[in-house]
C-alpha cells in the first residue's frame, strides 16, 4: 500500500488540502495528515470543518488514514525511519514554508518536511499568498534548491474550467502528476484537439 503525508496550514485554500486528501483516500492510499493551529481555524470557517467533521468526512472516502496532533514530535513521521513516499503541504502557509526552509522543525508538519529533504524523499509545497515579497521568494528559492517542488496554487484555463471544483481539481491533478498518482481530474492539454 502506498503511504504519503499530508500537511494543511493556515493559508486560504483549506479545499486544496481536503480535495487532495479525498483523491488520495479514494485511490487507496494510506494517508497520515497534520494540521496547523491555523489550519484548523482556516478549515472551519472555509469549510465549516472542526476534527470530527474532518475526520468523518475522510471516513467516507476510506478509514486508512492518521490524523496526527501538530505538536506530537514523537509522531511516526517524524522519524527517517519511518517509511512514507513523501510529504505534501497544502496550502503552505509562508510561516510554514519559512520554518521548512530554514530547518526550524518547531511542530510535527515541520519536522515531517525536514525528515523528506534529509531522507531524500519527495517534498511537495503548494504556496498560498499575494502578493509575494523578497523574503517569501527566497524561502522558495531555497527549497527548490534542495529539490522541493514548488507547485504554486494558480488556476489554468486552457481547459476551459466552468465551476470551482473545476479549478481545485485541476491544481489538486497537477499535485497527483508530481506524486505520480494517475488521475482523471482535468482534460491535458492536447487530449481534445488531437
Known amino acids: 500500500m502506498r503511504s504519503w503525508a499530508v500537511g494543511i496550514t493556515g493559508a486560504s485554500g483549506a479545499i486544496y488540502g481536503v480535495r487532495l486528501c479525498e483523491e488520495l483516500l479514494k485511490r487507496g492510499v494510506h494517508l497520515h495528515l497534520v494540521i496547523t493551529d491555523a489550519g484548523w481555524r482556516v478549515l472551519n470557517e472555509e469549510l465549516g470543518f472542526r476534527k470530527e467533521v474532518l475526520e468523518n468526512h475522510l471516513a467516507t472516502f476510506s478509514s486508512s ?71 517569501h521568494l527566497e524561502n522558495m528559492l531555497t527549497l527548490t534548491r534542495m529539490g522541493v517542488r514548488m507547485i ?8 476551459a474550467p466552468k465551476t470551482i471544483d473545476d479549478i481545485v481539481d485541476f491544481l489538486v491533478g497537477k499535485v497527483l502528476d508530481n506524486m505520480g498518482i494517475e488521475h482523471n481530474l482535468f482534460t491535458r492539454w492536447g487530449d481534445k484537439h488531437e
Request: charged share 15%.
Open 65 to 135: 488514514f492518521v490524523l496526527h496532533r501538530i505538536a506530537d514530535i514523537g509522531a511516526s513521521i517524524a522519524s527517517g525511519s519511518y517509511l512514507v513516499e513523501g510529504l505534501v503541504v497544502i496550502p503552505c502557509s509562508m510561516g510554514t514554508l519559512s520554518g521548512i526552509a530554514h530547518g526550524a522543525s518547531g511542530n510535527l508538519l515541520e519536522r515531517a518536511a525536514d525528515v523528506m529533504l534529509k531522507e531524500g524523499r519527495k517534498l511537495i509545497i503548494v504556496p498560498r499568498e499575494t502578493p509575494l515579497h523578497a523574503i
Open 152 to 159: 504554486p496554487a494558480m488556476p489554468a484555463y486552457y481547459y
